[in-house]
Antibody
Framework: EVQLLQSGGGLVQPGGSLRLSCAASGFTFTTSWMSWVRQAPGKGLEWVADINPDGNSRKYVDSVKGRFTISRDNSDNSLYLQVDGLRDEDTAVYYC???????????????WGRGTVVTVSS | VMTQSPLSLPVTLGQPASISCRSSQSLVYKDGNTYLNWFQQRPGQSPRRLIYKVFNRDSGVPDRFSGSGSGADFTLKISRVEAEDVGVYYCMQGTSWPYTFGQGTKLEI
């Protein structure tokens, strides 16, 4: 079964850190671009970060540059998002997704996780 | 910037629906492709891809959904709305970084 299993969210104080994880199965993770997309409470979707199959090319939305780091472990079919320097406005559901670049083209997220909640509050 | 309209779309079952998505710049990439995608998010669920590269419908997506457009102006159409279509629809461009979503259009019966 094709799936992305997410973990790692929680409640954290402003300035704190978390590591979000996403375990892939049922597809060839090692040749897939992967992404993180977030959704603040009651708001729309916002793309956060993307990483290429080799892990040596990363893209970020401006609002998280220098604070968030996307990474992957192809030996373990896992995707990560290290979130540091958290702010109130980072409170959101964070989704991992496959960026189906080969078939669907850029930004054609075809596989989504169920999301993990990050709440930033003192 | 991706601008969707309307933001709220009340429809009657069996009637058509149309959502507009306009970009502040052309979405034609240097390779000639247009990376404009449509996603559906049903209440309480993760988003789901419906359409990629303007008009390509995903397998399993009913053929009442169709995408069209070119350049900077795109449309998602539902020929006959069914109850299961309730949710929020997003367009998203992948032509340039950062990827950007439209604000979302909430479809309700």
């Amino acid at each position: 079964e094709v799936q992305l299993l997410q973990s790692g969210g929680g409640l954290v104080q402003p300035g704190g850190s978390l590591r979000l994880s996403c375990a892939a199965s049922g597809f060839t993770f090692t040749t897939s671009w992967m992404s993180w997309v977030r959704q603040a409470p009651g708001k729309g979707l916002e793309w956060v970060a993307d990483i290429n199959p080799d892990g040596n090319s990363r893209k970020y939305v401006d609002s998280v540059k220098g604070r968030f780091t996307i990474s992957r472990d192809n030996s373990d079919n896992s995707l990560y998002l290290q979130v540091d320097g958290l702010r109130d406005e980072d409170t959101a559901v964070y989704y991992c997704a496959r960026d189906d670049v080969k078939m669907g083209g850029w930004g054609a997220f075809d596989i989504w996780g169920r999301g993990t909640v990050v709440t930033v509050s003192s | 910037v991706m601008t969707q309209s309307p933001l709220s779309l009340p429809v009657t079952l069996g009637q058509p629906a149309s959502i507009s998505c306009r970009s502040s710049q052309s979405l034609v990439y240097k390779d000639g492709n247009t990376y404009l995608n449509w996603f559906q998010q049903r209440p309480g669920q993760s988003p789901r891809r419906l359409i990629y590269k303007v008009f390509n419908r995903d397998s399993g997506v009913p053929d009442r959904f169709s995408g069209s457009g070119s350049g900077a102006d795109f449309t998602l159409k539902i020929s006959r709305v069914e109850a299961e279509d309730v949710g929020v629809y997003y367009c998203m461009q992948g032509t340039s970084w950062p990827y950007t979503f439209g604000q979302g259009t909430k479809l309700e019966i």
